[in-house]
């Protein structure tokens, strides 16, 4: 299976702050890539696919890019609502497999 | 609008089967896309178990393989997961999910989640 590996684990940021989350891929996995936003006790959503498309709904300040093994979400201007985890899920190949998470907290 | 409802027993005990049915609103099932499971260990990751495409075609996460079935029950439109031999390893929250045909990690619609404990 693919392994995921997120960094940091974990960050603190001030709202309006710029954060970057980083996704490395244990092989080439093209632009398979999405990301997750999770907040406590409720169910993931999905922000990202295809490792740079925006889903539909999704604020502009959330963006995705990277192919190959390394991709990048980055928030450009951190909200109060984007306090989260953060995970990102490779779909190159079964079994799907997700990074460990990043949770981003508040400064 | 789409929505996914899990349902089942929120204990089980050790070594018996976990059964959970998800249930799908405002959008038929044999219509398209896959159907899936994913689940989360208490204060843990996500972890993908398995997927079913609307024509009928598995997909399992080969770490549970042996155990998983994923099903479908088109006239109530209807996709469910079975996983035997369950251990306390398994206690987790269970959601189920909708995920693109061609994207399989675009996964846009999931149930609110479900916690099964599994202990005697």
């Known amino acids: 299976a693919i392994q995921m590996t997120q960094s940091p684990s974990s960050l603190s940021a001030s709202v309006g702050d710029r954060v970057t989350i980083t996704c490395r891929a244990s092989?080439?996995?093209?632009?398979?890539l999405g990301w997750y936003q999770q907040k406590p006790g409720k169910a993931p959503q999905l922000l990202i696919y295809a490792a740079s498309s925006l889903q539909s709904g999704v604020p502009s300040r959330f963006s995705g890019s990277g192919s190959g093994t390394d991709f990048t979400l980055t928030i450009s201007s951190l909200q109060p609502e984007d306090f989260a985890t953060y995970y990102c899920?490779?779909?190159?190949?079964?079994?799907?497999?997700f990074g460990q998470g990043t949770k981003v907290e508040i400064k | 609008q789409v929505q996914l409802q899990e349902s089942g027993p929120g204990l089980v005990k050790p070594s018996e089967t976990l059964s959970l049915t998800c249930t799908v609103s405002g959008y038929s099932i044999i219509s398209g896309y896959y159907w899936g499971w994913i689940r989360q260990p208490p204060g843990k990751g996500l972890e993908w178990i398995g997927s079913?495409?609307?024509?009928?075609?598995?997909y399992y996460n080969p770490s549970l393989n042996s155990r998983i079935t994923i099903s479908v029950d088109t006239s109530k439109n209807q996709f469910s997961l079975k996983l035997t031999s369950v251990t306390a390893a398994d206690t987790a929250v269970y959601y189920c999910?909708?995920?693109?045909?061609?994207?399989?990690?675009?996964?846009?619609?999931w149930g609110q989640g479900t916690l099964v404990t599994v202990s005697s």
């Open positions: 079913l495409s609307h024509s009928g075609t598995t």
């Open positions: 092989q080439d996995i093209r632009n398979d």
């Open positions: 999910a909708r995920a693109d045909a061609l994207t399989a990690g675009k996964i846009d619609y």
């Open positions: 899920l490779q779909d190159y190949n079964y079994p799907l497999t």
